[in-house]
């Protein structure tokens, strides 16, 4: 399969080694006087190695590599002791990796071994770049740093030349709301009712602003196609963990695929040790509460 590894140049490398403390996953080696890389197995493919090398030996590209494999990567993690692994999941973290983050926390409970505290980390997209799309935004507060920047949730681009943009009748208070992207420590988690929706409820439920929105913080994901409920189970706890939640809203479809939605939420607070108030709601795919 094609996906992105790093590229190591033999003729700039001048073997320093600076950049294997950064590769917690162990894909590079000093071989010979120069870094290597040792196993495509082992290359998330994230470069964090790269801003390490003093020489700018280290690049990206895209080649016909094996797959990635988090589980290999934590069979060779874990024998660098405690830190090593905390740099990994922190890693893992830092750059939205959190299917593999779900993964790495499974294997370690498998073999019965402590999962490392991870210190806060800024997630990528949010450091200054990455994804606009994915920038988080909070329409209730009237400022706040670039990387969580206010929306006049009215006029955006009014004086512009561009139309304005009503949000009569939205109720919805932040963005991003899909779970893959939500920063855990957003300031709209604290305090927050969430409603946690499958992603077709606000599409067959007509009044999902009126009925469930209002005041609250919004959540969605498929607990059937996005197929990582490993890693939505620890994002979640690590929402609960984080912040004071008052209640969650689970809605989902009537359809079985969907009802592991409430299973996997239940799931995050059992894990998260938070006690909230949870209520279930199932929508008909006529559009009804059932």
Not at 135 to 145: I, K, L, P, V
Not at 247 to 254: D, L
Not at 257 to 286: H, N, P, Q, W
Request: glycine share 10%; hydrophobic share 35%.
């Amino acid at each position: 399969m094609k996906r992105s590894v790093i590229r190591i140049d033999d003729e700039k490398c001048n073997g320093c080694g600076l950049c294997i403390p950064n590769c917690p996953e162990g894909a590079i080696q000093v071989i010979d006087g120069k870094a290597r890389l040792v196993s495509d197995l082992f290359c998330d493919g994230l470069g964090a190695c790269i801003g390490r090398c003093p020489e700018g030996a280290i690049t990206i590209e895209e080649r016909e590599a094996a797959p990635y494999d988090e589980l290999k990567v934590m069979e060779n993690v874990i024998h660098g002791g405690e830190s090593v692994t905390r740099a990994h999941l922190e890693h893992l973290k830092r750059h939205g990796q959190h299917e593999c983050l779900g993964q790495a926390v499974a294997f370690l409970r498998e073999k019965g071994m402590a999962i490392p505290q991870i210190e806060e980390v800024q997630p990528r997209e949010e450091a200054g770049g990455g994804c606009p799309g994915a920038r988080m935004t909070d329409f209730r507060q009237a400022g706040g740093c670039p990387g969580s920047r206010t929306v006049d949730s009215r006029k955006e681009g009014a004086g512009s030349g561009e139309r304005d943009t009503p949000r009569d009748g939205s109720e919805l208070r932040q963005w991003p709301v899909q779970l893959q992207l939500v920063n855990v420590n957003a300031p709209y988690f604290q305090d927050a009712d969430l409603v946690i929706a499958a992603d077709c409820v606000p599409f067959a439920y007509a009044d999902f602003h009126k009925r469930f929105l209002q005041g609250k913080t919004l959540i969605i994901f498929c607990p059937k196609l996005d197929r990582m409920p490993e890693a939505y189970i620890e994002k979640l706890a690590e929402i609960f963990r984080n912040n004071t939640v008052k209640s969650v809203a689970v809605i989902h479809m009537e359809v079985p695929c969907c009802f592991g939605l409430a299973k996997l939420i239940e799931e995050a607070a059992r894990r998260s040790g938070k006690t909230m108030a949870i209520k279930d709601y199932t929508v008909s795919i006529k559009g009804a509460l059932v």
